[in-house]
């Protein structure tokens, strides 16, 4: 059974630090690159940053550049989000995706909220 579980979303501070985890399990993790989306409700779901199979390759959505770092441990089979200087505007919940063909999944997300 495929399973994609993010962890480490909470309340923080403007300015402050986060971590989610994306622990996978139930498909040959390294074969896919992996993704963080994230959600805010009444909006379409927007794509954060793309980590490829080996971690040699990433990509950021502008609005998180500098500030955001995915990376991943395939021997552990989890991705991560590393987050810094948060803003309000990042208040989300954030879901990590495995794409990689016919496959397609996506974990039930994480409550990030950003406020003092």
């Known amino acids: 059974q495929v399973q994609l579980v993010e962890s480490g979303g909470g309340l923080v501070q403007p300015g402050g630090s986060l971590r989610l985890s994306c622990a996978a399990s139930?498909?040959?993790?390294?074969?896919?690159?992996m993704s963080w989306y994230r959600q805010v409700s009444g909006k379409e779901r927007e794509l954060v940053a793309t980590?490829?199979?080996?971690?040699?390759?990433?990509n950021y959505a502008d609005s998180v550049k500098g500030r955001f770092t995915i990376s991943r441990d395939n021997a552990k089979n989890t991705v991560y989000l590393q987050m810094n200087s948060l803003k309000p505007e990042d208040t989300a919940v954030y879901y990590c995706?495995?794409?990689?063909?016919?496959?397609?999944?996506w974990g039930q997300g994480t409550q990030v909220t950003v406020s003092s």
């Open positions: 995706r495995a794409y990689f063909g016919d496959y397609d999944y």
């Open positions: 139930g498909f040959t993790f390294s074969r896919f690159p």
């Open positions: 980590i490829s199979r080996i971690g040699g390759g990433t």
